[in-house]
T-cell receptor, first 108, second 112 residues
Framework: GQNIDQPTEMTATEGAIVQINCTYQ??????LFWYQQHAGEAPTFLSY????GLEEKGRFSSFLSRSKGYSYLLLKELQMKDSASYLC?????????FGAGTTVTVRA | GAGVSQSPSNKVTEKGKDVELRCDPI?????LYWYRQRLGQGLEFLIY????????KSGLPSDRFSAERTGESVSTLTIQRTQQEDSAVYLC??????????FGPGTRLTVT
């Protein structure tokens, strides 16, 4: 089975840093994705981790530890437009299984 | 096309009616997926196509749900005898290889 956990909500101030954790227990693992989803819109791809370690892409970074079944998404220099839901998804062969998402609210 | 497109964008239907949702994937993407997202919830896997065949239909909630794909492009998701619990956003996604999904804008289905 698939079990992917992430916090439901997080709030942070503009310009700050927020870290969204994701833990997973899955029957197989090929890689871990993070998606961003603004209200009423489709998810858009943010990052993909296959190997352990940190992947940095501009203001967003994603970390993976396969032995711990753990990932985090780090959002730096938060902007108001970063207010959205962030979805952790585990790839097993062809299928992507999603967590319920973390709603991040950025306050001025 | 430039991205995955879905139609209609919104559909309101009466309980008991059938609905058909359409997805046009990115050209050349052999893998196609349907997901369902209920309000405030995560994405629920429905079905996966590789080419025109569907090796995994395990997520279809009941036999009222069916999907097909023709010509390795367009896919339709059909819901028969709709129920109120079918109300959700139905998202289609395509991929050139497994993983790395590109999502369409979704069809918001409301069953009254």
């Amino acid at each position: 089975g698939q079990n992917i956990d992430q916090p439901t909500e997080m709030t942070a101030t503009e310009g700050a840093i927020v870290q969204i954790n994701c833990t997973y227990q899955t029957s197989g693992f090929n890689g871990l994705f993070w998606y961003q989803q603004h209200a009423g819109e489709a998810p858009t791809f943010l990052s993909y981790n296959v190997l352990d370690g940190l992947e940095e892409k501009g203001r967003f970074s994603s970390f993976l530890s396969r032995s711990k079944g753990y990932s985090y998404l780090l959002l730096k220099e938060l902007q108001m437009k970063d207010s959205a839901s962030y979805l952790c998804a585990v790839s097993n062969d062809y299928k992507l299984s999603f967590g319920a998402g973390t709603t991040v609210t950025v306050r001025a | 096309g430039a991205g995955v497109s879905q139609s209609p964008s919104n559909k309101v239907t009466e309980k008991g009616k059938d609905v058909e949702l359409r997805c046009d994937p990115i050209s050349g993407h052999t893998a196609l997926y349907w997901y369902r997202q209920r309000l405030g919830q995560g994405l629920e896997f429905l079905i996966y196509f590789q080419g025109n065949s569907a090796p995994d239909k395990s997520g279809l909630p009941s036999d009222r749900f069916s999907a097909e794909r023709t010509g390795e492009s367009v896919s339709t998701l059909t819901i028969q005898r709709t129920q109120q619990e079918d109300s959700a956003v139905y998202l289609c996604a395509s991929s050139r290889t497994e993983g790395g999904l590109y999502f369409g804008p979704g069809t918001r289905l409301t069953v009254t």
